[in-house]
């Protein structure tokens, strides 16, 4: 990339890196993990009177622990860009602009604007996935382990790449990102069905059906990312406990109790046919 910018006469954007680290979070500046003092790399990395050789491969492993900073720092900069004027009215050249740098800069992180809004959402659903695959090993009830997947869910929505993740047509990718996209979608809607089914099970969550309840559940915290925007007088972690709650009160088992509105003996009732529509669901 820089040998083709350079035969343009076009300054190496790698010169503009530093502008970009001023965009990245917090984990551009956590220093990067070396070896012990003592170890016997340090050893071989000073000459004969003691003084420090620099090591090729420590500065290798900066620069690409830069790289992936001041990648993100690009995509990061691309969702905020993309929630405050939309994908199709944003351009490379408003992202290098809001990072400060110059449109061949970007270029040398991703490849294209779709590439950038795959990235998005690939950013933004991998909490979710994360959550899920703890989720499994976690030793709890099922109705504990589900509420912690929402709370992550309701929290990636109300971030700034919920707008990519919910409002973005499969016509912006290309044919193989799209396919990915459904893949990723489709394994966090059964990753719920499941948390679902395991609960009706080990009762801690009252019977039901699991696939309408996992459309209803992912429904109402995908439109987090319609309404909520950022510096409003709610953060996202509160965003999550309102949602949580309202959840967690409607799956909690209802005991049966003397005085109980109608229609609830019939509910309970149906807990045999429902149980087995979660087994096939």
């Given at each position: 990339?820089?040998?083709?910018?350079?035969?343009?006469?076009?300054?190496?954007?790698?010169?503009?890196?530093?502008?970009?680290?001023?965009?990245?979070s917090r984990r551009a500046r956590a220093p990067v993990q070396g070896k012990t003092r003592g170890s016997s790399s340090e050893r071989a990395a000073t000459n004969g009177g003691?003084?420090?050789?620099?090591?090729?491969?420590?500065?290798?492993?900066?620069?690409?622990?830069?790289?992936?900073?001041?990648?993100?720092?690009?995509?990061?900069?691309?969702?905020?860009?993309?929630?405050?004027?939309?994908?199709?009215n944003t351009s490379l050249d408003d992202i290098a602009a809001a990072l400060e740098v110059t449109k061949p800069t970007v270029y040398y992180?991703?490849?294209?604007?779709?590439?950038?809004?795959?990235?998005?959402?690939?950013?933004?659903?991998?909490?979710?996935?994360?959550a899920i695959r703890e989720a499994k090993n976690l030793e709890a009830a099922?109705?504990?382990?589900?509420?912690?997947?929402?709370?992550?869910?309701?929290k990636a929505m109300a971030s700034e790449f919920g707008w990519c993740m919910v409002r973005m047509e499969d016509q912006d990718l290309a044919s193989e990102q799209s396919s990915h996209v459904k893949a990723m979608k489709s394994e966090i809607d059964q990753g719920i069905r499941k948390l679902i089914r395991e609960g009706v099970q080990d009762g801690s969550i009252q019977p039901c059906d699991p696939k309408m309840t996992a459309f209803a559940l992912a429904g109402s915290l995908n439109w987090i990312a319609h309404w909520y925007k950022e510096n409003q007088?709610?953060?996202?972690?509160?965003?999550?406990?309102?949602?949580?709650?309202?959840?967690?009160n409607g799956l909690q088992p209802r005991a049966s109790v003397a005085g109980e509105p109608p229609g609830a003996q019939r509910l309970a009732g149906n807990g045999a046919a429902l149980r087995r529509r979660t087994a096939r669901s």
């Open positions: 990339m820089s040998m083709i910018l350079y035969s343009h006469g076009i300054q190496d954007p790698r010169l503009n890196d530093k502008l970009i680290v001023a965009m990245a003691g003084e420090r050789v620099p090591s090729p491969w420590r500065a290798s492993r900066e620069r690409q622990h830069d790289r992936e900073v001041k990648r993100e720092a690009v995509i990061r900069a691309a969702a905020h860009a993309f929630n405050r004027k939309g994908y199709h992180y991703v490849t294209n604007k779709e590439q950038l809004l795959f990235e998005c959402f690939v950013a933004g659903i991998e909490p979710i996935r994360a099922a109705r504990e382990r589900l509420t912690a997947v929402l709370r992550n869910y309701a007088s709610m953060t996202p972690d509160e965003i999550a406990d309102a949602f949580i709650t309202v959840f967690d």
